[in-house]
DNA sequence: TAGGATGGCTACCGGCGAGTATGGTGCATG
DNA sequence: CATGCACCATACTCGCCGGTAGCCATCCTA
């Protein structure tokens, strides 16, 4: 992942949203200052090496272009990191990582494990609408290495097992409505992680939002309950997506600012 | 696609649920018999390559590996196809084609939408699970021509707005809890989606079985709902995965059998 | 100001793989 | 028998791209 070891100035550091579509600027830009920090400068690399490949596809991606995104040439991108393959890994690390954070993070909640899964659904929802996104969904076992294949699929399996454990807590404290949790776990992170494939940054939403709007539907599910209105006509055809009549109950604390 | 006019024989027709994982048979493999009718290998040619990309991806698949699977050499394959795109192309149509039959048979239904949108994403997730399925979900954009991925846009956006009518209708006819189209749409696509990332012929469940499974996860929700019993003991941890207790109501036609 | 360290560039190599030129083989027909 | 066609293999071309060798500039330090 780009350095986490704590960094102290980060003077490039992307706003937390708003850096998925628009080229990362580049530490080399200013051909005069060029900046010293090292650490700095790797991020530049790998999160311009994530841009590509959002945008093109890891193996359409050459690393000439990801030089020439920073304008810089080939041989300093190899600087930095020692081959193609493992600047996809760290893409995915820094991806993933986020999301094994939300669990560290829920884990010391005290709230119904239906509550925690949510808390954990929404950030992965942002991670994967996040600029690492694409690589962490879309890495292919097949373009890595055997170990770093066997770590992103341990990686992956920990999340997965992680919500399968919440669902299993949450069917056992009566959060959750009784299922197959195996099952329940693959559909809640397919959907999520689909998000990757169709989420741009020029979206009204941003990738909470659509978490949270996933989460309203897997929570009411699409069989009609008794207690809600089942005449409601201002569901049909929703144009403006904030308007989702559907989210039941469970005040989200953040209102859906439009960005 | 492979073939979409009526054909006599079909002689290698794989069995409908058990082509994925282990390799299509050759139309050449009997070197003294060979076969005459071109669409016959030119369906092999395709099925191979899609086995190809299945197993390694489309980037790492070359042609002569797929002409070295149908025991043959390249320029052969290059006699039944034009090029490399081409054969992504009619994988992916091949496997996008069945998902839009299950949209015309289901036009014909005179069930309530629900019922309807259960049928279609049963077919959905058969056809990912297919061994078209990679293909059709993971066919990328920035692989193919320009107007190729027009068409391919096109056909994808086709379901997307199918199943969105579908909810609409659904929410119409009081069959659907209200919820937004699109997002719930997109949900339910990308968990289907998923299974092509995940799913191997080697598993207990077929690609029906596992929308199934879904299609419950969807209906009820995670919400607990009041008419459940709640403290039903037999959902915790279920190991066999033919005990879903959360499936609800609509006795389904076909018993899931184990294969 | 000498000299090392750091950081970057030009110029290359080597291999892989898409696509092709060309020719041979068997079969069907006249 | 010969002529043509369908089909397939051998043996290439050629461009792209991952990766590297080696050189030059700048800066920090003594």
Redesign the interface.
């Known amino acids: 992942m780009p350095s986490n070891r704590p960094k102290s100035g980060s003077p490039q550091a992307p706003s937390p949203a708003a850096a998925r579509d628009l080229p990362p600027p580049s530490p080399w830009r200013d051909s005069r200052e060029r900046l010293r920090d090292r650490e700095v400068k790797r991020d530049a690399v790998i999160r311009a090496a994530a841009h590509a490949f959002n945008?093109?596809?890891?193996?359409?991606t050459s690393l000439d272009d990801i030089a020439a995104a920073l304008e810089v040439t080939k041989p300093t991108v190899y600087y930095y990191v020692s081959n193609k393959e493992q600047l996809l890994f760290e893409c995915f690390v820094a991806g993933i990582e986020s999301i094994r954070a939300a669990f560290r993070e829920v884990r010391a909640l005290e709230a119904p494990a239906?509550e925690r899964?949510r808390a954990v659904l929404r950030h992965y929802g942002e991670a994967v609408a996040s600029e690492f996104g694409w690589c962490m969904v879309?890495a292919?076992d097949?373009?890595l290495s055997p170990d770093m294949s066997a770590h992103i699929k341990a990686m992956k399996s920990e999340i997965d097992q992680g919500i399968r454990r919440l669902l299993?807590e949450?069917?056992?404290d009566?959060?959750?409505?009784?299922?197959?949790?195996?099952?329940?776990a693959?559909?809640?992170?397919?959907?999520?992680?689909?998000?990757a494939?169709?989420y741009r940054q020029s979206q009204s939403m941003n990738g909470a939002q659509?978490a949270e709007?996933?989460i309203?539907?897997?929570?009411?599910?699409?069989?009609?309950?008794?207690e809600?209105s089942?005449?409601?006509p201002?569901?049909?055809?929703?144009k403006s997506?904030s308007s989702?009549?559907?989210a039941?109950r469970s005040a989200r604390s953040r209102a859906p600012s439009h960005r």
């Open positions: 945008r093109k596809g890891y193996h359409n239906r899964l879309r292919e097949q373009d299993r949450g069917i056992q009566g959060s959750i409505h009784p299922c197959d949790p195996k099952m329940t693959f559909a809640l992170a397919g959907a999520l992680n689909w998000i494939h169709w659509i709007a996933f309203a539907v897997f929570e009411s599910g699409l069989e009609p309950r008794p809600a089942k005449e409601d201002t569901c049909r055809k929703p997506s989702r009549p559907g039941p």
